[in-house]
T-cell receptor, first 112, second 116 residues
């Protein structure tokens, strides 16, 4: 069974204090790994797709990287508007449909 | 605005009752997914429909059922409700194969169900 574990569960940062979120995964074969952002009371919003080890994607202050066992989401010089829950998900090769298995998320709070 | 519409936004009901949650996907999207999000379980996949047919099934209870209609809207039916069914229920849609990014789901704002 596919498993996704995210750490830490919560992260408090000062504005400008860079940090990284971890996503460890177990999957029979990886079709893709995905990062989503979720604001309170909202649905998750797609950020990145990563397909193979060594791949990197960037968007503003966020950079996602992928290895064979885990992915990192680096937040560089965060601002208060980066406060959200960040969700990692995997899609397995051969999975029926386009089912995504999500991790529990990391709640990020950036204080000014 | 993701383009996915869910109703109702909030629902309070009693144990043993039955409710129906409704979802309209983005215009042109053929796939609809239902997810349940609770504090202790995170975001759990329930079921996926593609163009009216069931495509994938997750941890959906037998008391729950779903369908996708010819106009592509979907309904999730929850019956014999228990306290533990209280959660946020999200609907998502995805672009047709060959369009958009793989794994990019567009989520609605959810229906918050409270069972008392």
């Amino acid at each position: 069974e596919d498993q996704v574990t995210q750490s830490p569960e919560a992260l408090r940062l000062q504005e400008g204090e860079s940090s990284s979120l971890n996503c460890s995964y177990t999957v029979s074969g990886l079709r893709g790994l995905f990062w989503y952002r979720q604001d309170p009371g909202k649905g998750p919003e797609f950020l990145f797709t990563l397909y193979s080890a060594g791949e990197e994607k960037e968007k503003e202050r966020l950079k996602a990287t992928l290895t064979k066992k885990e992915s990192f989401l680096h937040i560089t010089a965060p601002k208060p508007e980066d406060s959200a829950t960040y969700l990692c998900a995997v899609q397995a090769l051969g999975a029926a449909g386009n089912k995504l298995t999500f991790g529990g998320g990391t709640r990020v709070l950036v204080k000014p | 605005d993701s383009g996915v519409t869910q109703t109702p936004k909030h629902l309070i009901t009693a144990t043993g009752q039955r409710v129906t949650l409704r979802c309209s996907p983005r215009s042109g999207d053929l796939s609809v997914y239902w997810y349940q999000q609770s504090l202790d379980q995170g975001l759990q996949f329930l079921i996926q429909y593609y163009n009216g047919e069931e495509r994938a099934k997750g941890n959906i209870l037998e008391r729950f059922s779903a369908q996708q209609f010819p106009d592509l809207h979907s309904e999730l039916n929850l019956s014999s409700l228990e306290l533990g069914d209280s959660a946020l229920y999200f609907c998502a849609s995805s672009a047709r194969p060959g369009q958009g990014l793989a794994g990019e789901l567009f989520f609605g704002e959810g229906s918050r169900l409270t069972v008392l």
